[in-house]
């Protein structure tokens, strides 16, 4: 090295603290940076939600175990989910007119099974519908109906609850397991304490829910105060389950069917 020679400054280019915070994925993927982490999950699917103008959902929960050509009630009730994605499409205001916004779209956790059939009835229909995937250790994969552009995959459980919960008019819950349960009573609970808007609340397949959960002993233990069976109506098709949320309050857009 010639004796005046500079040194080298190839230990500070290199140095993670030199690299732009907005391109260092070690720094955004760390523990301090959790909240901005959590905030980008909202941003960016609200971001895409408002430029396909959809104002209002429907969301549609349901085990993701359910097949269209399963066992037992499993084919009848994807196909029951598939037609109620279908109506509430057509019939709700998810196509857009004249340039204004889309309401009642079908919303769902994106993956298989009831969440594909319903995702499916609404493409069947020309309509968009929205699925919010969650990052699982055993890979869950988007179903191949939700609008590409309206397929996200959240980290957070939390902020895919609120974008399931902000936008919806109504919530279907078909039979499901764990997570069904978990989405539903995120959603009674949010109703029963006020802390969301009035809407209707329908479980499909009462026979399966007075199964799965004794509501009236919810009551007669004083868990739940009676009139808090009146924050959700049952349906056994998908006819009666749109006709459920209207009787319960949901506001349908124009009629292009």
Known sequence: MAANAPPSNAAQMASPSYRLAALDEDFLLGDSMRGLRFLLEYAKAEEALRAWGVRSTVVV????????????????WYAAAREFGRIVSE??????????????????GGGPGIMEAANRGASEAGAPSIGFNITLPFEQEPNAYSTPELTFRFHY????????????????VFPGGFGTFDELFELLTLRQTHKSPPLP???????YWRAAINFDVLVSEGMIHPADLELFHFADSAEAAWQALLDGGLRPGEDIS
């Not at 085990?63 to 084919?75: F, L, M």
């Not at 019939?91 to 769902?108: C, H, K, M």
């Not at 609340?201 to 026979?207: C, G, H, Q, T, Y």
């Open 157 to 172: 459980f939390a902020m895919r609850k609120m974008h399931l919960a902000m936008r919806a008019n109504a919530l279907v």
């Open 91 to 108: 019939r709700g205001g998810a196509i857009l007119q004249n340039g204004g916004p889309r309401d009642n779209v079908i919303a769902t």
């Open 201 to 207: 609340i329908v479980l499909f397949d009462e026979p």
């Open 61 to 76: 929960f349901g085990s993701a175990r359910i097949a269209e050509n399963g066992p037992g009630r499993h084919a009848g």
